[in-house]
């Protein structure tokens, strides 16, 4: 979706004065996390309600998103350092695979200190995760593809009217469309 900014943001936007941080969000049925590249928490309420950023400082890392326009898979990598025991307990606990991701760079007026802009830069999933532990510290690596792996997993669904009855009883929809393709539909005189 385009965003319309006004002439001072896009002077901001423009210049090189922004400051920058980088912000990892991660879905599961479970809740919704959120990191950033400051040491702060943070919310918010225009892009994600209810969810909390924890401040994470230079101990997150994100591989620069790929920017292509093509309908292949993209990658990166993103890694969280500097884990307590406790907290690699607790993400432990969850299945993160295919636990949806967002990566998104927030700019803020240095001046006014002032949210500029939010740039969603990667929506994608949870790949594969690991975690690397080293004596007290522990590191988190998740791996994440774009959403274009969906358009290459193979499924057992085939779009027939007994298929449809599985999973909405009672809907008729496919009993019509064979004489929806082999209706002839004249256009114009």
Same mark, same amino acid.
């Given at each position: 979706m385009v965003k319309a900014f006004d002439a001072a *943001?896009? +002077?901001?936007?423009?210049?090189?004065?922004?400051?920058?941080?980088?912000? &990892?969000?991660v879905d599961m049925p479970e809740g919704t996390w959120g990191f950033w590249s400051d040491v702060y928490s943070a919310q918010f309420p225009g892009y994600w309600p209810g969810v909390?950023? *924890?401040? +994470?400082?230079?101990?997150?890392?994100?591989?620069?998103?790929?920017?292509? &326009?093509?309908n292949d898979v993209q990658t990166l990598t993103g890694t969280l350092s500097g884990l307590s025991s406790d907290v690699l307990?607790?993400?432990?606990?969850?299945?993160?695979?295919r636990a949806k991701v967002e990566i998104a760079r927030a700019y803020?007026?240095?001046?006014?200190?002032?949210?500029?802009?939010?740039?969603?830069?990667?929506?994608?999933?949870?790949?594969?995760?690991?975690?690397?532990?080293?004596?007290?510290e522990a590191?988190?690596?998740i791996e994440c593809v774009s959403r274009a792996s969906e358009l290459q997993r193979a499924?057992?669904?085939k779009r027939t009217t007994a298929d449809q009855q599985r999973t909405f009883p009672g809907d008729k929809g496919f009993e019509f469309t064979n004489k929806v393709v082999s209706t002839r539909i004249?256009?114009?005189?």
């Amino acid at each position: 979706m385009v965003k319309a900014f006004d002439a001072a *943001t896009l +002077a901001l936007l423009d210049g090189d004065s922004l400051v920058v941080r980088d912000l &990892l969000v991660v879905d599961m049925p479970e809740g919704t996390w959120g990191f950033w590249s400051d040491v702060y928490s943070a919310q918010f309420p225009g892009y994600w309600p209810g969810v909390t950023f *924890t401040g +994470a400082g230079s101990l997150i890392e994100i591989t620069e998103p790929p920017q292509a &326009l093509s309908n292949d898979v993209q990658t990166l990598t993103g890694t969280l350092s500097g884990l307590s025991s406790d907290v690699l307990t607790t993400i432990g606990a969850y299945n993160l695979h295919r636990a949806k991701v967002e990566i998104a760079r927030a700019y803020y007026d240095p001046q006014t200190r002032a949210l500029v802009t939010i740039d969603v830069r990667f929506r994608g999933y949870i790949d594969r995760d690991e975690i690397r532990e080293t004596g007290e510290e522990a590191v988190l690596v998740i791996e994440c593809v774009s959403r274009a792996s969906e358009l290459q997993r193979a499924t057992y669904r085939k779009r027939t009217t007994a298929d449809q009855q599985r999973t909405f009883p009672g809907d008729k929809g496919f009993e019509f469309t064979n004489k929806v393709v082999s209706t002839r539909i004249t256009v114009g005189r």
